[in-house]
């Protein structure tokens, strides 16, 4: 079936450490996002990219890091410079066309101990 | 950016009940969709409608793009229509999205 995963679904770590969300697509989009959602709040967007080996900053970029090599991946790493990375962290894909449908992964929720 | 605003914020009904979710928007879009939250946070894609209505079951969502707002109906709630739900926007020449700060909907059985 054609989708977006992303794992892990549940991620535990340790204040300090860096850590990697995986987020694959097979839907042949273009553009993928990465939103944070904090408990009883809306999306923000943190990265976004439009085309493989290129992503822009949304409007929390600050501690985040991500990149682009393939087309069906768009990994993203909470480093340890994110004051506050326990969230809920969404991806989503979009065909990049500015009328392109947004369809989301089912997410993973991220708690720092 | 774009700005967007929902309403109410937060509405509970009893099962059975019929409710109206709005969302406006600041400028001209390219894209305008409606998602469902559930419980667990997985977000479903419910419309797609920068313009004109569609109607899927027992929910149907009118997007009047020139006076920029969209309305979302649910009829006959069930108490699994329960979550929040979000309008997001695309705005005009441009390909980010941009959500509203969604509403809460708690269907009481």
């Known amino acids: 079936d054609g989708g977006i995963t992303q794992s892990p679904k549940y991620l535990f770590r340790k204040e300090g450490q860096n850590v990697t969300l995986s987020c694959e697509q097979n839907l042949n989009h273009d553009a993928m996002y990465w939103y944070r959602q904090d408990p009883g709040q809306g999306l923000r967007l943190i990265y976004y990219s439009q085309i493989v080996n290129d992503f822009q900053k949304g409007d929390i970029a600050e501690g985040y890091s991500v990149s682009r090599e393939k087309k069906e991946s768009f990994p993203l790493t909470v480093t340890s410079a994110q004051k506050n990375p326990t969230a809920f962290y969404l991806c989503a894909s979009s065909t990049g066309r500015s009328a392109g449908e947004l369809f989301f992964g089912e997410g993973s929720r991220l708690t720092v101990l | 950016g774009i700005q967007v605003e929902q309403s109410p914020p937060d509405l509970i009904l009893q099962e059975g009940a019929n409710s109206t979710l709005r969302c406006n928007f600041s400028d001209s879009v390219n894209n305008l969709q409606w998602f469902h939250q559930n419980p667990w946070g997985q977000l479903i894609n419910l419309f797609y409608?920068?313009?004109g209505t569609k109607q899927n079951g027992r929910l149907s969502a009118t997007t009047v793009a020139t006076e920029r707002y969209s309305l979302l109906y649910i009829s006959s709630s069930q108490t699994t229509d329960s979550g929040v739900y979000f309008c997001?926007?695309?705005?005009?020449?441009?390909?980010?999205?941009?959500f509203g700060s969604g509403t809460k909907l708690n269907v009481k059985p």
């Open positions: 409608i920068p313009s």
């Open positions: 997001a926007v695309v705005e005009r020449g441009f390909n980010k999205f941009y």
